[in-house]
């Protein structure tokens, strides 16, 4: 069965990377979560994908003098002054409100929802018996050169997290060998497709599970790639019609905005 994997959480159902997106990716039944690191200025890992805090968050209005409100330039007592919340329920990014899928209890729960840390969502995800993928993002000035590759580690290890509960993902290649090399017990998988108009870049095929972007690649190069031993995850695959296609040609997983749609069309099978 095709992995399902719920993109920055249920963002879809709930304000993404925030830890109500990764209860309600559990409650949909996804099988893992996929989620951004992040780093603020003072050191501390958190969950954030935009370089700016200002899409997802209030810290315009907060903090009215600090444009372009870049995530490295804020310390952590800062964003954890933030709503990560109320944005969604104005914007309703997915039609998902407007649709009833979230009922006024719900929507009135995600404001002053907070931005929060890797460590709260991974005792989460160990005490669920959940799954992540941790995707490892290149950090912007000042923090471009913060070591997070050893600052992940050694923050699965003082956890005492199940390595078999954690994957790390990255665009970076060189993180992941580096995460190989230091701890071989944690999942790698390379991100591909950065740019959604240049055609994608294999390398050497050196990594066992490529996560690719879905515009990029068809049926014919999944089956090809699965053939030769190799995994292939997808990202973003939010239309049924498409999660059937990349499925039927042998994607091992679907990183999707909707996982309650995966787990649902699936169901019916």
């Keep these: 069965m095709i992995l ?16 109500a997106a990764a209860r309600a990716a559990l409650e949909t039944g996804a099988d893992l979560w996929e989620t951004d690191v992040a780093v603020t200025g003072d050191g501390c890992l958190i969950l954030f994908h935009d370089d700016s805090l200002t899409r997802t968050t209030d810290a315009r209005e907060r903090f009215p003098g600090r444009s372009p409100w870049t995530f490295t330039t804020f ?12 944005w969604f329920v104005k914007t309703d990014p997915f039609g998902q409100i407007a649709s ?94 950065y740019y959604s108009t240049e ?3 294999w390398g050497d095929l050196e990594f066992r599970t490529y996560n690719a972007r879905s515009t990029l690649i068809d ?25 059937q296609r990349f499925a039927a040609a042998g994607a091992a997983g679907l990183i999707t905005d909707f996982p309650q749609r995966l787990k649902q069309l699936f169901r019916k099978v």
């Design 4 to 19: 399902n994997i719920a993109h920055r959480g249920a963002r879809s159902l709930a304000p993404e990377n925030t830890m």
């Design 75 to 86: 310390t952590f007592s800062e964003i954890r002054m933030l709503d990560a919340g109320s």
């Design 100 to 193: 009833g899928a979230l009922s006024p209890r719900q929507q009135k729960a995600f404001v002053g929802e907070k931005v929060p840390t890797v460590e709260e969502a991974l005792i989460f995800t160990q005490e669920s018996n959940f799954r992540i993928n941790l995707e490892l993002k290149r950090l912007p000035s000042p923090m471009q050169d913060f070591p997070v590759v050893d600052k992940v580690l050694a923050m699965i290890d003082a956890l005492k997290i199940d390595t078999r509960r954690v994957i790390i993902s990255s665009f970076h290649h060189a993180w992941l060998k580096e995460v190989q090399a230091k701890n071989p017990g944690i999942e790698i998988q390379a991100l591909i497709g």
């Design 199 to 201: 055609p994608l870049d």
């Design 219 to 243: 049926e014919e190069k999944i089956s090809e790639m699965v053939k030769k031993g190799f995994a292939v995850n997808l990202f973003t695959v939010n239309e049924e019609k498409d999660m």
